[in-house]
């Protein structure tokens, strides 16, 4: 899958304006080293960038440290091999040299990487208290994404308005509790914001990470108060949710620095549950790449402690040699099955169950494209189903020239990206519900991992199907379908552009409502084809310009109403029991003056984890720029609605 990477991870913008050294401009000058390096060892997969990778224009918001860093230690590596500090520092000056000045409050010194902002820093932070109305971590009880408590009522959802804005680059999903708001991004700052204003409470510099921080009540703390975050570098880390402390943190859970933790741990008593998910299906694009190793794991730590209690690869095979590729570099599988949304428990049945991706090569496994249940304490797999065998996917392999390192066949790239949904159905009887890429969503029973129902509700594509979530009330689950692909393709294959070579099917995207006791479609409200005016995006570089309406972020729900977002910018609500958009707002129609100064800040796509609804106010992230290349414009604006922005 593509995430992240999208959610593209990434390392520090810690410093307000960072001015670089004379000689580095000078590099950054064209025909020099670093326009070399860039020609020989990036411009391939850059510029024209493909699938998931970011573009030009967004690698110039990066700061330089970032991408030495992401060659160095992180996802760039592979492709970073027979290149000195030299030269990466030679790249990454090259690379960010022209960056276009933001309007921060401190401009007029230029140029600069990314805006970043102003860290106000809030005059008073009073102790954490709770509340009826809280959402402390990604999908709330069982990943339903329902907030029994809003504090605002749904007659007053036509009413919300941006009550405050704030601009960082990258940025997940917030959780919040009483008055605080936890936000990590993967640009490296961890904040704990004023949820009412939006001013710092504190603000860690090194945590670059993907993922939404989960908050609990726990003695571990020494304000009762601690919350974890999965961070780049392959460790999970617990602080102290008051004052930003870090209190352990975990062996790094992988050595590959292809590695990473998307999903958000899950706590559980406790336990802490971290899932592991990889790049490598990327960076296997590289000839020399020895395609490939990763196997997806889930793995429980100790809360008081961080250390290993278990680690459970979903893959059962073991991994062994194949054969050479076309470039003579030897192959080896299985690998894949990457784990990229939070783990979901089950207490009643002491099980955790996740949901996998896709293969990254021909050798078998049953692990890929599967949900699978694990025993909490041991770590044991209870049961593994299996819904796609033979997806077997690296990125570029559906571009008209593949790289070496294809498998053959290869699969349609139908990870599930959605946390899996454990639901109590008025039968009495419970099911859990999955959505996949392949925009198929599933029933299985908890107890043997079998198939109840399936329903199709999209095209499918690489890009979604459904793929960040879902969201459940008490009564229906709602499907955000995206199609990505299918949208992209439709758009630009008439032109004679369209980067896929084989037809996408065609595209369905919008929200859906389904029965979860047999999956029966009880609405269905297409995506609105709506203007767009989002910009510095990155859609130019695959689709033309085109902006595109595809569901992708994962829906959250309240008594009566759906929030749902879509890659052209738009966030609606939606009539629960009918599927009527009653509430519609483009992110992208206005600039924000955001509360850490950034001027004349804009929106983009709305896509990933999606809304968080607390204390009578809806927070969601615009701008993300996650594996489409769409909408993105290297920083996002994290918005606060309330009722009539009061
Ligand atoms: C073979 C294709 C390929 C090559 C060559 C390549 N990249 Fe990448 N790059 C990618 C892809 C794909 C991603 C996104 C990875 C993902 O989503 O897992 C990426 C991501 C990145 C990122 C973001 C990393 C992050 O953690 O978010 C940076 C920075 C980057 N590349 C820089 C470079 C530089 C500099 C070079 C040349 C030295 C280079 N890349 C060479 C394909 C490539």
Redesign the pocket.
């Known amino acids: 899958m593509?995430?992240?990477?999208?959610m593209?991870?990434?390392a520090a913008l810690t410093l307000p304006i960072l001015a670089l050294p004379a000689a580095a401009h000078a590099q950054g000058a064209s025909g020099s080293a670093g326009e070399t390096?860039?020609n020989g060892?990036?411009k391939?997969?850059?510029e024209p960038a493909?699938?998931?990778?970011?573009n030009r224009a967004t690698?110039s918001t990066?700061q330089p440290a970032?991408?030495v860093d992401?060659?160095t230690n992180?996802?760039?590596k592979p492709?970073?091999t027979g290149?000195s500090d030299a030269d990466k520092q030679a790249?990454?000056a090259y690379?960010t040299a022209n960056a276009a000045a933001p309007q921060t409050a401190a401009a007029g010194r230029s140029p600069a990487p990314a805006p970043v902002g102003v860290d106000v820093k809030c005059e008073t932070n009073p102790p954490i208290r709770p509340t009826a109305s809280d959402w402390t971590s990604v999908g709330l009880d069982t990943s339903h994404r329902y907030q029994v408590n809003p504090g605002l009522a749904a007659a007053d959802v036509p009413k919300l308005k941006v009550k405050w804005a704030f601009a960082m680059s990258g940025g997940s999903m917030p959780t919040v509790i009483g008055d605080w708001l936890f936000i990590a991004n993967?640009s490296g700052k961890f904040y704990a914001l004023d949820a009412n204003t939006g001013c710092v409470r504190w603000v860690l510099p090194d945590v670059a990470s993907r993922t939404t921080p989960m908050i609990v009540k726990s003695s571990v703390s020494p304000s009762g108060w601690l919350t974890i975050v999965g961070v780049?570098d392959r460790t999970a880390r617990a602080y102290d949710a008051q004052t930003g402390k870090e209190l352990w943190r975990s062996p790094a859970l992988h050595a590959n620095p292809v590695v990473g933790i998307t999903g958000t741990p899950l706590i559980v008593g406790d336990q802490v549950f971290v899932p592991l998910t990889s790049?490598e299906?990327?960076a296997a694009?590289?000839p020399s790449y020895r395609c490939c190793y990763f196997q997806g794991a889930l793995v429980a730590l100790d809360l008081k402690t961080g250390q290993k209690q278990w680690y459970t690869k979903v893959i059962p095979e073991t991994l062994h040699d194949t054969h050479p590729n076309a470039a003579g570099t030897m192959q080896q599988g299985p690998a894949g099955a990457a784990i990229w949304s939070a783990p979901t428990a089950d207490a009643k049945r002491g099980l955790v169950y996740v949901a996998t991706g896709d293969s990254y090569t021909d050798v078998d496994t049953k692990g890929a494209d599967a949900i699978v249940a694990m025993d909490m304490k041991t770590g044991a797999i209870k049961w593994s189903t299996q819904v796609e065998a033979g997806d077997n996917f690296i990125?570029g392999c559906t571009d008209k020239t593949k790289p070496a390192n294809c498998p053959s066949p290869d699969g349609p790239d139908y990870d599930f990206g959605a946390s899996p949904i454990l639901f109590h159905l008025a039968s009495g009887k419970d099911v859990v519900l999955a959505g996949q890429k392949s925009g198929i969503a599933y029933g299985l029973d908890p107890d043997s991992g079998k198939v109840l129902w399936r329903q199709k509700v999209g095209g499918g594509s690489s890009l979604g199907g459904i793929e960040w979530g879902m969201a459940a009330d008490l009564k229906r689950l709602y499907v955000a379908n995206a199609d990505t692909v299918n949208l992209i393709d439709e758009y630009l294959r008439p032109l004679g552009k369209s980067p896929v070579a084989d037809k996408e099917p065609p595209s369905a995207p919008g929200l859906y409502a389904l029965d979860p006791a047999t999956g029966k479609v009880l609405w269905k409200t297409p995506a609105p084809a709506a203007p767009c005016h989002y910009e510095g995006d990155r859609s130019r570089d695959r689709s033309g310009g085109a902006c595109i309406r595809a569901q992708s972020a994962a829906p959250s729900a309240m008594p009566g109403v759906v929030f749902s977002g879509t890659m052209d910018g738009w966030f609606r609500a939606y009539d629960a029991a009918t599927g009527k958009i009653v509430w519609a707002d483009s992110t992208t129609d206005r600039h924000y003056d955001t509360v850490n100064q950034v001027k004349n800040q804009p929106g983009g796509s709305l896509d990933g984890l999606g809304a968080a609804i607390a204390g009578g106010r809806v927070y969601v992230m615009s701008g993300f720029n996650g594996?489409a290349n769409t909408g993105g414009n290297g920083t996002n604006v994290l918005l606060a609605y309330s009722v009539d922005g009061k």
């Not at 493909?50 to 970011?54: E, L, S, T």
């Open positions: 593509r995430f992240p990477i999208w593209a991870a990434l390096v860039f060892h990036c391939a997969c850059h493909i699938d998931r990778a970011p690698l990066y970032q991408i992401a060659l992180g996802v760039m492709m970073a290149l790249v990454a690379l993967r780049r790049g299906e990327g694009r590289q990125v594996a």
